[in-house]
């Protein structure tokens, strides 16, 4: 019987072929029937016909129509990220901190300078026209600077969004992004009155943290930041703040002792995430800097321990892989920027700036910093649509679908993958950008080249760890139902 081939891209992997189609289905074929398939004489009694008719590589006439339908479902579920435009809103309520970390990409400035503050005004417009936006779920998270230092704008921005909210009623949640350094107790209260989440950073052990963070104000700010986890913990319950980590020369060979710290520390999950080449760490791009190759290597090197801890009982998750993973095993969007076709940012996120600039994404703002400001959307006096539906926000659409991208459209890893608009713009003055010597592609198919090689190996038990990091489940839970 003759039968259809539906649209998928493909890759050569050793001895097999690994085959993607436009809803994210993969699967692997051997190199014999890939070409039987691609030649139009795949026999339907082979398995492998089976397997490509199940996941819709190919169907038969009868039952096209069908298919399309099915396929055209799964491609609304992974976009429905556009539907819920914009959740995310970050406010930098302040440029100022207490810290002088050696890679701050928001370039702050002294503590001291309150002219780096946003006051009520801005905090008061900003916070009206985050609810113009038409998403039923709202976060709104508090960055800088270190945010705590304009503590009475903050404070006064949450009452009066909880105010408004009362006639929007839409599921509101906010976030303090924090260093710790100074936070009393009366903030830890009100975080805790006002259901705040506390996301703060740890760079290691107390000698990697203190060397890339170091304070204005006090000898160690690893010191300052384990004193004042423990009473945010003591008052929030564990993982009250939950801490997010920054790769630098200094601890990208030793991620298994930073790892080891988390855990130490009663985390269940890390982030691995590349340093980005914005504010203070382009100028100390040589003490900090690393290639893309040595950034996966040390990556898959740390994977592999953490999957080591999972198999021996130690239920911790690797953040980035488990996005990934979520992309290429579930049809679900992830509502992470950069993975995103087109780009989230602006859609999914957007961020206000001190002055009342509103950018499109954290780097935007980063790269406004440091003179360019090419993605400023406008303001929070301008009319909600001039800003969400103005020429930024078209321009990044247009150039970050990676269905059309060159060089994307026929990657096999499209469906997982997404597009750095304000990267880019940074590394080629083009927010398409150039993907031959992209690093952002090339890190991401360094990545999901290893990915894909741990899934070919079938390994029960990996799939099992994988699935307790996707849907966030204990692991002994999710080895029962596949037992
Ligand atoms: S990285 Fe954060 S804590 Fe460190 S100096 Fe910059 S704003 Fe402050
Ligand atoms: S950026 Fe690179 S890895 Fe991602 S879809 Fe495009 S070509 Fe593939």
Not at 378 to 399: A, C, K, L, M
């Amino acid at each position: 019987m003759s039968y259809i081939k539906l649209p998928f891209n493909f890759k050569y992997i050793d001895d097999s072929v690994l085959l993607v189609n436009q809803a994210g289905e993969h699967l692997f074929l051997t190199k014999e029937d890939f070409s039987a398939f691609t030649s139009d004489v795949l026999n339907s009694d082979n398995e492998a016909y089976k397997r490509l008719k199940a996941k819709h590589f190919l169907t038969v006439q009868s039952e096209l129509n069908q298919v399309i339908e099915m396929l055209a479902t799964k491609l609304r579920t992974r976009k429905e990220y556009l539907a819920d435009f914009t959740s995310l809103h970050m406010i930098v309520i302040t440029l100022r901190c207490n810290c002088l970390c050696k890679y701050c990409h928001a370039s702050s400035v002294d503590f001291t300078n309150k002219s780096y503050d946003m006051d009520w005004d801005t905090a008061k417009k900003t916070i009206d026209m985050i609810f113009q936006t038409p998403s039923k779920d709202i976060k709104i998270e508090y960055q800088g600077g270190e945010p705590l230092l304009n503590w009475d704008i903050l404070k006064q921005s949450v009452l009066y969004a909880e105010f408004l909210n009362k006639i929007a009623k839409k599921k509101v949640g906010f976030v303090i992004c924090t260093n710790l350094m100074d936070i009393t107790d009366e903030q830890i209260d009100f975080c805790k009155k006002h259901n705040i989440e506390i996301s703060t950073s740890l760079d290691g052990t107390k000698e990697l943290h203190d060397c890339n963070r170091q304070s204005r104000i006090y000898p160690s700010s690893y010191d300052a930041f384990i004193k004042n986890s423990e009473r945010v913990n003591a008052k929030l319950g564990n993982n009250g703040a939950s801490p997010l980590l920054t790769i630098t020369k200094t601890n990208l060979h030793r991620l298994r002792e930073v790892i080891d710290e988390y855990v130490r520390q009663g985390h269940n999950a890390i982030f691995l995430r590349a340093l980005n080449p914005y504010g203070n760490a382009v100028q100390n791009k040589d003490e900090l800097g690393y290639s893309i190759e040595e950034f996966v290597e040390a990556y898959k090197d740390a994977l592999n321990y953490i999957i080591d801890l999972n198999r021996q009982g130690t239920e911790f998750t690797e953040c980035f892989t488990a996005l990934l993973l979520s992309r290429i095993l579930t049809p679900f969007s992830t509502g992470f920027v950069d993975l995103q076709s087109p780009s989230g940012a602006g859609i999914s996120g957007a961020i206000y700036y001190y002055d009342g600039k509103i950018y499109p994404a954290d780097e935007a703002r980063m790269l406004a910093r440091m003179g360019d400001d090419y993605f400023c959307m406008g303001t929070v006096n301008d009319h909600y649509s001039d800003v969400f539906n103005g020429q930024v926000i078209r321009d990044i659409v247009y150039n970050s679908c990676v269905e059309t991208m060159p060089v994307c459209s026929e990657c096999v890893y499209q469906q997982y993958c997404g597009a750095d608009v304000i990267r880019n713009y940074l590394e080629t003055k083009d927010l398409m950008g150039y993907r031959l010597n992209s690093g952002f592609c090339k890190k991401n198919k360094l990545i999901l080249d290893y990915i894909f090689e741990l899934l070919r190996t079938n390994d029960e038990q990996l799939l099992d760890i994988f699935w307790s990091w996707i849907t966030r489940r204990p692991y002994e839970e999710i080895k029962l139902e596949t037992n």
